[in-house]
């Protein structure tokens, strides 16, 4: 078994590359998933009320979908090396930003911190697609999306429950100031990275800024990949609700049994370890139709929060739905890297593209989750939500192509 498993790696020298740029982005990601957990309750307190902070959280996703029309061009000779030190830079001064938050609390320096925070993710989401369409072969993106998103996931466990424990027990300044060490600690191994060997250069200097030929390039590229998109968006869209109404249905079932307080860990839970799965899976056709599908067993998994209001049952069902996406997530990635790798020079177009879904989500969904729970509340939400994805899912099963083709003749003459 040994031996097999050191042939698996040597066959695959990539890895090498791989698993040390996920150590590097896993600190990176671990100082943000401190702060992710940290802001909103800060904000909240300090602004008076969840509406007005939900307001302002949302202007981050809206600076990130600005980002995305603008990155395709202003960033398309950028290296990945170059891409992450931005996305580290950024998330540096956001720490910045909120240490001076603490002492000048205003709403104009939160909006500040959240101009940062979405160019942070953006740099991050270019510099991770870029590297993987640089370094891994078609038949491992697969594996390498989960492996990313095992690495991301266990930081974005482990993150609330250290910030939890530095904002109680010490300050809000050791909290901000903790996840900053561990971005700088990234930024160390990255710097020690580069070292062994330099940064290739830019294939070309960065375009001039055109927003409309930007969008005309998204218009041609939807027509052509609108499947996978559409995937993306619904992912998005259950990921916001978690991440919004998840957690006031946690904090509820927290009230009632101290490990209801588990409902949202659970669904992140899951990619710690299904990543490992799908790596050694190693997925190579029908990745289209491998994440419908799992995303449509997601959905199934969300409706049975309708089944009962029993804590076991909303456990289970958050945890096998934080399951079934931990597998669609890394195949939708692998999809769009195989996609962009056919683009060529102009692959930072659909980068651009594919990040706005995330955005978008991010935007529409905690708005939408919002206004279903006030009707039907928390728990119930989930079960529309889950509905919703079921319907989605069956119906790009049925229409999906088999393959996603491009007008390669028309992206050749985009300037």
């Not at 300044?173 to 996840?179: G, L, R």
């Not at 039907?376 to 319907?391: D, P």
Request: hydrophobic content about 55%; glycine content about 8%; proline content about 3%.
């Amino acid at each position: 078994m040994l031996k097999k498993s050191v042939s698996w790696w040597s066959e695959n020298s990539f890895w090498t590359r791989v698993v040390f740029t996920c150590l590097i982005l896993f600190f990176v990601y671990l100082g943000d998933a401190v702060l992710s957990d940290w802001v909103p309750g800060y904000m909240q307190e300090k602004l008076g009320g969840s509406m007005l902070m939900g307001l302002v959280m949302s202007f981050s996703s809206l600076v990130g979908f600005g980002a995305d029309l603008v990155f395709p061009q202003l960033l398309k000779g950028a290296s990945s090396k170059r891409l992450v030190i931005l996305a580290i830079g950024t998330s540096l001064v956001f720490s910045g930003v909120l240490l001076w938050s603490i002492v000048w609390p205003t709403v104009w320096v939160f909006l500040i911190a959240m101009a940062v925070w979405g160019l942070y993710y953006e740099f991050l989401g270019f510099g991770s697609f870029q590297f993987v369409s640089e370094n891994v072969p078609p038949h491992g993106r697969s594996g390498v999306w989960a492996i990313f998103s095992v690495f991301k996931s266990l930081a974005y466990f482990l993150g609330p429950i250290l910030g939890s424990m530095v904002a109680l027990k010490v300050s809000n300044e050791a909290t901000v100031s903790m996840a900053a060490f561990w971005v700088i600690l990234g930024y160390v191994l990255w710097k020690f990275a580069k070292a062994k060997g330099k940064v290739a250069a830019s294939e070309e200097a960065n375009e001039k800024l055109n927003l409309v030929d930007e969008i005309e390039h998204w218009v041609v590229l939807f027509k052509h990949v609108w499947p996978i998109l559409i995937v993306s968006v619904t992912m998005g869209l259950i990921d916001a609700t978690y991440w919004t109404t998840g957690t006031v249905l946690s904090d509820k079932l927290a009230l009632q049994n101290w490990w209801g307080g588990m409902f949202l860990p659970l669904y992140m839970l899951p990619p710690v370890f299904v990543g490992f799965i799908v790596a050694r899976w190693g997925i190579y056709k029908g990745k289209k139709k491998m994440a419908e599908k799992f995303m449509l067993l997601g959905g199934i998994f969300l409706t049975l929060l309708g089944v009962s209001d029993a804590t076991w049952v909303l456990l289970l069902a958050s945890f096998l739905t934080g399951a079934s996406l931990s597998v669609a997530w890394p195949l939708t990635d692998a999809v769009y890297s195989d996609i962009l790798e056919r683009m060529g020079r102009e692959r930072k177009h659909l980068v651009g593209l594919s990040s706005s879904t995330i955005s978008l989500a991010y935007i529409i969904g905690p708005i939408m989750a919002g206004y279903i729970a006030s009707l039907v509340g928390e728990r119930m939400t989930f079960v529309v939500m889950g509905g919703a994805c079921v319907v989605i899912s069956l119906v790009l099963l049925v229409i999906t192509p088999k393959k996603l083709k491009l007008p390669q003749r028309e992206i050749r003459t985009w300037k």
